[in-house]
């Protein structure tokens, strides 16, 4: 006998309805995407990903930035897949453009020497922008201004697994004020003087270091030099009220006066990472082992089995960059006396 084929109709009206179901308990945070009208189709992506292993059952809202106008088809897309309220923000001209104490020449030839170079996004100008635009002024757009936490995601990046309950009631909750999946090793080419600049702004403020930070991820050498471990800034779940603190933009003013966003290549990483390493108590910094996280060209893929099969995930174990020789995270494990997952160190490739 012949089956008949199910018909669409007949699927839809069998699917659950889930939307929302964990609305109750949520805490005043938005996800927040930096973006071009043209990372539209690799942002879907994102969007897809954030929506079915988390925010379906959350319906937190997203803010979208740019230093162009969103267009009508970016607009229209990004609302239907998202599950709560979308705004869409354009930059102000003075947070993307140069100001008056950048040497605009100097500022040139430093790109096009680090292009010959073959750095990465060394002669990119727009690049330049939105470090510094993440550094130091995404937090303060009119759109961010209401909210206490929040959560970045850019385009073409994956989510392996189901998000067991609520990151950002879990940062309210423990007071957490910054959080990472994965961490790395930085550029030096990218940074030459960017721990001088520092070093120059702790000197000035002594009281803005608490005892207890986690200077040791940051520096081997008690502050001498910068080890170039940072957090990898493409995923943050963080404290907008402390991004706005007196400390923070004092830290940030100070960097942005040394020209180094433009005169080198500093990248939001190491200037979110080191100020969030020097300026709060360590366990105001939180790793997630279980949010599985993919960005080109890295992965985070818990190395516990149990966790994988617990929260349904889809990444391939070995692919997990947690222990590799690049990741600063087994340092993080060390100086926070963690204890490393059984299997660690197999460092399959
Ligand atoms: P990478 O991850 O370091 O390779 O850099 P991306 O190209 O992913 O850029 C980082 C983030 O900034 C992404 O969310 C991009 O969509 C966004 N972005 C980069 N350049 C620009 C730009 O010129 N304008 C806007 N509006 N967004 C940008
Ligand atoms: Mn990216």
Request: aromatic fraction near 16%.
């Amino acid at each position: 006998a012949t089956k008949t084929p199910p018909t669409y109709d007949s699927v839809k009206s069998q699917k659950p309805q889930v939307l929302g179901t964990n609305r109750a308990g949520r805490v005043n945070a938005t996800f927040v995407t930096l973006a071009r009208n043209s990372d539209l189709w690799d942002m879907v992506k994102s969007i897809r990903s954030v929506e079915d292993r988390f925010n379906r059952d959350y319906n937190y809202d997203w803010v979208f930035l740019n230093d162009d106008d969103f267009d009508e088809e970016f607009r229209k897309v990004t609302t239907s897949l998202v599950s709560g309220t979308t705004h869409y923000g354009k930059i102000p001209k003075e947070h993307w453009s140069y100001p008056d104490w950048i040497d605009r020449d100097k500022a040139k030839e430093a790109r096009e020497e680090m292009d010959r170079k073959k750095i990465i996004y060394g002669g990119s100008e727009s690049y330049r922008h939105m470090c510094r635009y993440e550094s130091g002024f995404f937090f303060r757009h009119p759109l961010m201004m209401n909210y206490e936490y929040y959560w970045r995601v850019e385009p073409s990046i994956e989510l392996f697994c189901d998000i067991p309950s609520d990151p950002f009631r879990f940062m309210k909750e423990n007071n957490k004020k910054y959080s990472f999946v994965i961490s790395l090793y930085e550029y030096i080419e990218t940074i030459p003087t960017l721990w001088d600049s520092v070093k120059k702004f702790t000197g000035t403020h002594p009281e803005y270091i608490p005892e207890g930070n986690a200077m040791e991820f940051i520096s081997s050498d008690n502050g001498e030099t910068y080890n170039r471990c940072h957090f990898w800034s493409n995923f943050e779940i963080g404290s907008l009220e402390w991004l706005r603190s007196k400390e923070y933009i004092d830290y940030f003013t100070s960097l942005d006066k040394d020209g180094g966003f433009f005169y080198e290549r500093w990248g939001d990483a190491p200037v979110h990472s080191i100020a969030a390493s020097l300026m709060l108590k360590k366990e105001q910094i939180h790793f997630w082992n279980e949010i599985a996280y993919y960005h080109v060209p890295f992965t985070h893929c818990p190395t516990e089995e149990q966790i994988r099969l617990d929260l349904r995930c889809s990444c391939k174990p070995k692919e997990n960059f947690d222990w590799r020789d690049y990741s600063c995270t087994k340092r993080w494990y060390d100086i926070n006396n963690m204890q490393k997952p059984a299997g660690w160190s197999k460092k399959d490739d």
